[in-house]
């Protein structure tokens, strides 16, 4: 009788995957070929770092070649686990840039699959799940930061992992979801600090969820409390080791920021943040927009509950708009800073959009926060209402949103490649607990809000690339045949970053990076006091056309 009752939970097993791929193993299998077509289309490869990844490059380097951890004195985070995962690609591939940003073009369709997954949890069809992942794998900032070795996908990829699993855990109560939710905020706390706002938001949620009883206790306290162990065992001995990096960020940091200064800023900082969601999430509020059912207000509770958060958007927006768009990343016609001498002040990045064009921009963006938050009206109170797992897990995420946009107020940078890492939490929020059936116009839309975002992601990421191949090879011409030292060059952030020949801050009209001699100079175009002695050409995907990265040299 009981080998009959294994047997029929074996086959009982069976069904539940046999039904689990015919309803998502062709979602997936539509994400991950169309995450790889783009990849292609893009060309990841390239033997250089981008933007800060020279020094999370040099720490795998460090570690492939000397076969010990030595960290770059650039770097302000853990990276412990992003060094591990890139070690093991240049373990199996040898060391290079391209097979770095391989390791992270890897990690992130893990990242989106684990999107993907978390929707479907939430209770949405295979269809929005896969329009909703589809409008964090075409995120621009996302989708260029996935063809680097930067910090910010690793964290977004585990960070979502550990978001599904905590999830899942709060739902069902299954201390292996709990296991595995920690196991993945431990590896993004070993990319970034503030990985340690998963276990916190885990604890608080499932508090809420079982009250304060022993073990509810127990179990809340346990995953922050091996984090927190963890992490500053791990920075006492980085700082006993080799010293900390000049930038390690911790928690005194930010909290030394805490000032009048600060809340001067949040209006304008709220205001970039809103744009950016906005923007971000666009398709699916259009997707999502026609099932909310709007109903004038007739009371002055119910005015001021819709009129003054309308209200704060706009003034908000008001204060953001003439610093928009934010930086780091993100720069008139392109995705990905321009850190050459001339870039660096946004000189001879031409062509460049029309001002209406922008204002377009700005417009869209503000009309998706605006949106989200009638979708977001709509959707949450009742989620808050719902069973205990299902508000623990609205609790998990809000708690989590809560923590990170803290940190977003008081970094001292609050970059624009930041904001992405609140989009699992706002789908949490945004997404009804049932299945929605969108009306064939707002799924129209929304594809093709998709189709815009993708074909942009692809072709700013692809210029990007290829202007920093031109560079690149503009500084071999320099280096094999004219035998040009590094100290002598300034060849860009990178570059100078790579090789440090100078000191940072060098004064005397000098990039702030590591200049010693500026001798030579490469840059997108004419400088004052130089000439130009040769180009390097590269195709350009938006607007389509050739341009040229230049070696200068001084007069």
Same mark, same amino acid.
């Given at each position: 009788?009981?080998?009959?009752?294994?047997?029929?939970?074996?086959?009982?097993?069976?069904?539940?995957?046999?039904?689990?791929?015919?309803?998502? #193993?062709?979602?997936?299998?539509?994400? +991950?070929g169309t995450w790889l077509a783009a990849n292609l289309l893009v060309n990841p490869v390239g033997d250089f770092p981008l933007n800060d990844d020279f020094s999370y490059g040099r720490t795998v380097l460090n570690l492939h070649t000397l076969g010990k951890l030595q960290y770059d004195q650039w770097l302000s985070m853990t990276l412990l686990t992003q060094v591990l995962w890139g070690a093991g690609f240049c373990k199996l591939f040898s060391f290079s840039f391209t097979v770095l940003r391989i390791s992270t073009l890897v990690l992130a369709l893990?990242? &989106?699959? /684990?999107?993907?997954?978390?929707?479907?949890?939430?209770?949405?069809?295979?269809?929005? +799940?896969?329009?909703?992942? @589809? /409008?964090?794998?075409?995120?621009?900032?996302?989708?260029?930061?996935?063809?680097?070795?930067?910090?910010?996908?690793?964290?977004?990829?585990?960070?979502?992992?550990?978001?599904?699993?905590?999830?899942? /855990?709060?739902?069902?109560?299954?201390?292996?979801?709990?296991?595995?939710?920690?196991?993945?905020? &431990?590896?993004?706390?070993?990319?970034?600090?503030?990985?340690?706002?998963?276990?916190?938001?885990?604890?608080?949620?499932?508090?809420?969820?079982? *009250?304060?009883?022993?073990?509810?206790?127990?179990?809340?306290?346990? =995953?922050?409390?091996?984090?927190?162990?963890?992490?500053?065992?791990?920075?006492?001995? @980085?700082?006993?080791?080799?010293?900390?990096?000049?930038?390690?960020?911790?928690? *005194?940091?930010?909290?030394?920021?805490?000032?009048?200064?600060?809340?001067?800023?949040?209006?304008? $900082?709220? *205001?970039?943040?809103?744009?950016?969601?906005?923007?971000?999430?666009?398709?699916?509020?259009? &997707?999502?927009?026609?099932?909310?059912?709007?109903?004038?207000?007739?009371?002055?509770?119910?005015?001021?509950? #819709?009129?003054?958060?309308?209200? +704060?958007?706009?003034?908000?927006?008001?204060?953001?708009?003439?610093?928009?768009?934010?930086?780091?990343?993100?720069?008139?016609?392109?995705?990905?800073?321009?850190?050459?001498?001339?870039?660096?002040?946004?000189?001879?990045?031409?062509?460049?959009?029309?001002?209406?064009?922008?204002?377009?921009?700005?417009?869209?963006?503000?009309?998706?926060?605006?949106?989200?938050?009638?979708?977001?009206?709509?959707?949450? =109170? %009742?989620?808050?209402?719902?069973?205990?797992?299902?508000?623990?897990?609205?609790?998990? +995420?809000?708690?989590?949103?809560t923590i990170y946009l803290g940190f977003l107020m008081l970094d001292l940078h609050c970059f624009d490649r930041y904001f992405f890492q609140l989009l699992p939490f706002l789908l949490i929020c945004l997404l009804p607990s049932q299945p929605v059936e969108p009306k064939k116009f707002a799924t129209a839309a929304c594809v093709a809000g998709l189709v815009v975002m993708a074909a942009l992601s692809v072709c700013t990421t692809h210029d990007y690339l290829a202007w920093n191949r031109a560079r690149w090879q503009a500084l071999d011409h320099l280096?094999?045949?004219?035998?040009?030292?590094?100290?002598?060059?300034? %060849?860009?952030?990178?570059?100078?970053?790579?090789?440090?020949?100078?000191?940072?801050?060098?004064?005397?009209?000098?990039?702030?990076?590591?200049?010693?001699?500026?001798?030579?100079?490469?840059?997108?175009?004419? &400088? %004052?006091?130089?000439?130009?002695?040769?180009?390097?050409?590269?195709?350009?995907?938006?607007?389509?056309?050739?341009?040229?990265?230049?070696?200068?040299? $001084?007069?």
């Amino acid at each position: 009788m009981e080998r009959w009752r294994c047997k029929g939970a074996g086959i009982e097993k069976l069904d539940k995957l046999l039904k689990y791929s015919k309803t998502n #193993l062709l979602p997936l299998a539509v994400m +991950a070929g169309t995450w790889l077509a783009a990849n292609l289309l893009v060309n990841p490869v390239g033997d250089f770092p981008l933007n800060d990844d020279f020094s999370y490059g040099r720490t795998v380097l460090n570690l492939h070649t000397l076969g010990k951890l030595q960290y770059d004195q650039w770097l302000s985070m853990t990276l412990l686990t992003q060094v591990l995962w890139g070690a093991g690609f240049c373990k199996l591939f040898s060391f290079s840039f391209t097979v770095l940003r391989i390791s992270t073009l890897v990690l992130a369709l893990g990242g &989106l699959a /684990a999107i993907y997954q978390l929707c479907r949890d939430l209770g949405q069809s295979p269809k929005i +799940a896969l329009l909703a992942t @589809l /409008a964090v794998t075409f995120n621009p900032i996302f989708f260029s930061l996935s063809f680097t070795f930067m910090t910010d996908v690793p964290f977004f990829a585990f960070g979502a992992m550990s978001t599904l699993y905590y999830a899942r /855990a709060l739902r069902s109560g299954k201390m292996k979801w709990v296991l595995w939710g920690s196991f993945f905020a &431990l590896a993004a706390t070993f990319v970034r600090q503030q990985g340690l706002m998963f276990p916190l938001s885990f604890g608080v949620a499932w508090l809420f969820l079982g *009250g304060l009883r022993p073990k509810s206790l127990a179990i809340a306290a346990w =995953p922050l409390a091996l984090h927190l162990l963890l992490f500053f065992a791990f920075s006492k001995w @980085l700082e006993t080791s080799q010293g900390l990096p000049d930038g390690y960020g911790d928690f *005194g940091k930010l909290l030394r920021r805490l000032d009048w200064g600060i809340f001067q800023q949040m209006p304008l $900082r709220v *205001g970039a943040i809103l744009a950016y969601t906005g923007g971000f999430l666009l398709p699916l509020v259009a &997707l999502l927009q026609p099932s909310v059912r709007f109903k004038f207000p007739t009371t002055f509770s119910e005015i001021a509950k #819709l009129l003054f958060p309308v209200l +704060a958007i706009i003034a908000c927006a008001a204060v953001a708009w003439h610093k928009l768009p934010w930086g780091n990343m993100a720069y008139n016609f392109g995705i990905g800073p321009p850190l050459l001498k001339d870039g660096q002040y946004f000189l001879n990045t031409a062509p460049t959009l029309s001002d209406a064009a922008i204002l377009l921009l700005k417009i869209l963006a503000f009309t998706g926060a605006i949106g989200l938050f009638f979708v977001l009206k709509k959707y949450l =109170p %009742g989620k808050l209402h719902k069973a205990d797992s299902q508000r623990s897990v609205m609790v998990f +995420a809000l708690t989590n949103m809560t923590i990170y946009l803290g940190f977003l107020m008081l970094d001292l940078h609050c970059f624009d490649r930041y904001f992405f890492q609140l989009l699992p939490f706002l789908l949490i929020c945004l997404l009804p607990s049932q299945p929605v059936e969108p009306k064939k116009f707002a799924t129209a839309a929304c594809v093709a809000g998709l189709v815009v975002m993708a074909a942009l992601s692809v072709c700013t990421t692809h210029d990007y690339l290829a202007w920093n191949r031109a560079r690149w090879q503009a500084l071999d011409h320099l280096a094999q045949e004219k035998n040009i030292t590094p100290d002598r060059i300034d %060849g860009g952030f990178e570059f100078n970053g790579w090789h440090r020949p100078g000191p940072r801050y060098p004064g005397g009209g000098k990039s702030w990076w590591w200049v010693l001699d500026d001798e030579y100079v490469v840059a997108f175009g004419d &400088l %004052g006091g130089y000439r130009k002695q040769q180009g390097f050409p590269f195709q350009r995907w938006l607007p389509p056309g050739v341009d040229s990265v230049y070696v200068l040299k $001084r007069e």
